[in-house]
């Protein structure tokens, strides 16, 4: 069983589309992130969800809304899409806060707009 | 604000070389340390972290890293490395309550 699941693993779609991308995870953990990893390999927060609750948004653009239905899944919607969203992005969980505990990756979204 | 820093972007070893990946954080309080490994293809994991005591910290797959507060530092150390130790290390703080800092990473390949 994966513990942190992402989809699509795989996305390729052209400027301006709007796309989400789901993550659920079976670890039973209170609080959910969404990483970007860009093509250099940093990674940096976008944002953090405890028990449905949004605590962490790292001054990312509004055409980024992410949306956790219940504390076991947060999804990422991206609407009109540009060349620099291209991105490989992952989604993570972990019991604690990230400061105390360990966190739970995704295998990650790799996203490519044309 | 908190940041980490890793020296080395790209390590070439051979196998049974020693490694040692450089990591330095700023942050004024107390801290914990972090590093992760992501294998070509895969998800990031954790290798070893540390919150307190020891400031020598033993992790998976034979992995150490050692805490110097003096110098701000949490270096990774293995003393001889396999061809499967290819991976991108990925040093980490927390910066406050569910916030994990990430260093850029180090692309370690290692050669039978």
């Known amino acids: 069983d994966t513990a942190v699941s992402q989809t699509p693993k795989y996305l390729v779609t052209q400027m301006g589309n709007d796309k989400s991308i789901k993550c659920e995870q079976n670890l039973g953990h209170d609080t959910m992130y969404w990483y970007k990893q860009d093509s250099k390999k940093f990674l940096k927060i976008m944002f953090s969800?405890?028990?449905?609750?949004?605590?962490i948004n790292e001054t990312v653009p509004n055409r980024f809304s992410p949306k956790s239905p219940d504390k076991a899944h947060l999804n990422l919607h991206i609407n009109s899409l540009e060349l620099g969203d291209s991105a490989v992005y992952f989604c993570?969980?972990?019991?604690?806060?990230?400061?105390?505990?360990?966190?739970?990756f995704g295998e990650g979204s790799r996203l490519t707009v044309l | 604000a908190q940041s980490v820093s890793q020296h080395n972007h790209h390590v070439i070893l051979s196998e049974a070389a020693s490694l040692e990946l450089g990591c330095n954080y700023s942050?004024?309080?107390?801290?914990?340390l972090f590093w992760y490994v992501q294998y070509p293809g895969q998800h990031l994991q954790l290798l070893l972290k540390?919150?307190?005591?020891?400031?020598l910290v033993k992790g998976i797959k034979g992995f150490e890293a050692e805490f110097i507060k003096s110098k701000f530092s949490f270096n990774l150390r293995k003393p001889s490395v396999q061809w499967s130790d290819t991976a991108e290390y990925f040093c980490a703080v927390s910066g406050g309550y569910n916030k994990l800092i990430f260093g850029a990473g180090t692309r370690l390949a290692v050669h039978p």
């Open positions: 993570a969980s972990s019991q604690r806060g990230a400061n105390t505990g360990e966190l739970f």
């Open positions: 942050y004024g309080g107390t801290v914990n």
């Open positions: 540390y919150f307190s005591g020891d400031p």
């Open positions: 969800y405890n028990n449905k609750e949004l605590i």
